[in-house]
């Protein structure tokens, strides 16, 4: 009787072993894939988590050269943005207005709530920061 547990105890063990999640692994900054739109050199960005077209939680990190400019913009989603160098500039509205636009220095957190119109420039220099927020998204240009 006492064998007959054991093995069946052995068993056991040997199917959680193998029902064990996957150990987590960091993102590293050399394994990201970077990309920019076509024709803006000063802008480039990559997906950390999930994707543009994936449902749930997504992670993307954007670097924006010093002057870079995001014109007029929105997001089907609410996006969650940290600064993580740098100070972005971050306007809201159908218009772009340098007067208007609101300096995020890193370590700030800003909100575009979704269908929000808004831009962004990178006016003293260079910036990275990083969004979040649950997808599907898109960006989408707002006509001028």
């Known amino acids: 009787m006492l064998s007959r547990f054991v093995a069946v105890a052995a068993c056991c063990l040997v199917t959680l072993a193998d029902a064990a999640p996957p150990m987590p692994a960091p993102v590293l900054p050399d394994t990201l894939h970077w990309g920019g739109p076509p024709g803006n050199p000063l802008v480039r960005g990559a997906w950390l988590l999930g994707a543009e077209?994936?449902?749930?939680?997504?992670?993307?990190?954007?670097?924006?050269?010093?002057?870079?400019?995001?014109?007029?913009?929105?997001?089907?989603?609410?996006?969650?943005?940290?600064?993580?160098?740098?100070?972005?500039?971050?306007?809201?509205?159908?218009?772009?207005?340098?007067?208007?636009?609101?300096?995020?220095?890193?370590?700030?957190?800003?909100?575009?709530?979704?269908?929000?119109?808004h831009y962004l420039h990178a006016r003293d220099g260079d910036v990275i920061y990083q969004e979040g927020g649950f997808g599907p998204t898109a960006t989408t240009p707002v006509a001028r």
Do not use: I, N
Not at 86 to 100: C, I, K, P, S, W
């Open 53 to 117: 077209d994936g449902d749930g939680l997504y992670a993307f990190r954007v670097e924006l050269k010093a002057g870079a400019r995001l014109p007029v913009h929105t997001h089907p989603d609410t996006r969650y943005s940290t600064v993580l160098s740098g100070t972005l500039y971050v306007g809201f509205g159908e218009q772009a207005d340098d007067a208007r636009m609101v300096a995020v220095p890193a370590g700030a957190v800003y909100v575009a709530p979704a269908g929000q119109p």
